[in-house]
């Protein structure tokens, strides 16, 4: 039998004395590719946080990658979770001062030794894995460069490498194209699809017209709650303008973003 990715039950997170995530129940199979869209507050980094363990829910039940999370978790099953969660995040991601090459070997640490990470003292074998997933999203030629002097674009990459060297069995990435160009933006969209081959990718979205890029399925959450969960083919506009529509203006939308076709036509020479 197979083991959901996440399971969620009566989960109910609080903060500054509110609710800020209710989710009844929702579930997520291994090798799916899921959306999360919604406005700022919506409660998409609390659900990202709750699946790291970093959130305590005040109700109901959290299970990622068959491992209950009852708080406090013990510090070992934390690890272990760990190691098997990879990460892309929209701020600094990047210890600026290492190496790009550096940067992606930290994806090794939960199999080597704590002493050759605390001194940066990698096997070989770790570092030829680390230069292929460089030559994998085109950096390999940046590897000794500071992470400090890449673009936006080339940090994200970096950090999809760095994916492909912990080889998680789960992805939760955070609006990972946000401040990049269109170009860009669907270089990264690429790349992350490519690295979450088989495994479970969970990202949360700030621009729609990313969606058909990055998933399969779309959930949309509205002041904490989900408003849908929906296959990506049946997202559309007038899904989308309920879900952003402030609850005080029924009639208008405050939220306008690029057509779809300019985002795919940036990827269209892409190999």
């Known amino acids: 039998m197979t083991i959901p990715s996440i399971v969620l039950d009566g989960v109910v997170c609080m903060a500054g004395g509110r609710?800020?995530?209710?989710i009844p129940q929702l579930n997520l199979a291994q090798g799916e590719r899921v959306a999360v869209v919604g406005h700022n507050g919506a409660g998409k980094s609390t659900l990202l946080r709750l699946l790291t363990g970093f959130m305590a829910p005040k109700h109901g039940q959290v299970q990622v990658l068959g491992r209950q999370l009852v708080h406090p978790v013990p510090a070992e099953t934390l690890r272990a979770?760990?190691?098997?969660?990879?990460?892309?995040l929209q701020g600094l991601?990047?210890?600026?001062?290492?190496?790009?090459?550096e940067n992606v070997l930290i994806g090794a640490l939960g199999r080597v030794p704590g002493w050759r990470g605390w001194t940066r003292c990698f096997p070989a074998g770790e570092i030829v894995r680390a230069e292929a997933?460089?030559?994998s999203v085109g950096l390999l030629a940046?590897?000794?460069?500071?992470?400090?002097r890449l673009s936006g674009g080339e940090r994200q990459k970096a950090a999809i490498a760095r994916l492909l060297v912990q080889a998680p069995s789960l992805i939760l990435a955070d609006e990972p194209t946000a401040a990049l160009d269109?170009?860009?933006?669907?270089e990264v969209c690429r790349l992350l699809v490519q690295a979450a081959a088989g495994k479970t990718l969970i990202t949360v979205?700030?621009?729609?017209?990313?969606?058909?890029?990055?998933a399969e399925r779309v959930i949309g959450l509205k002041q904490g709650r989900i408003a849908f969960d929906l296959p990506v083919g049946e997202?559309?506009?007038?899904?989308?303008?309920?879900?952003?529509?402030?609850?005080?203006?029924?009639q208008k939308a405050f939220w306008e973003v690029p057509s779809a076709s300019k985002v795919l036509a940036a990827i269209g020479s892409k190999p």
């Open 19 to 22: 609710a800020v995530l209710e």
């Open 133 to 135: 997933a460089l030559q």
């Open 235 to 250: 997202v559309d506009d007038t899904t989308l303008m309920r879900l952003y529509r402030p609850e005080d203006s029924p």
């Open 205 to 214: 979205v700030h621009n729609p017209s990313l969606l058909p890029l990055l």
């Open 142 to 148: 940046l590897a000794g460069t500071r992470a400090d």
């Open 182 to 186: 269109p170009s860009a933006a669907a």
């Open 81 to 88: 979770l760990r190691r098997e969660v990879g990460q892309v």
């Open 93 to 101: 991601h990047l210890v600026g001062r290492l190496s790009v090459l």
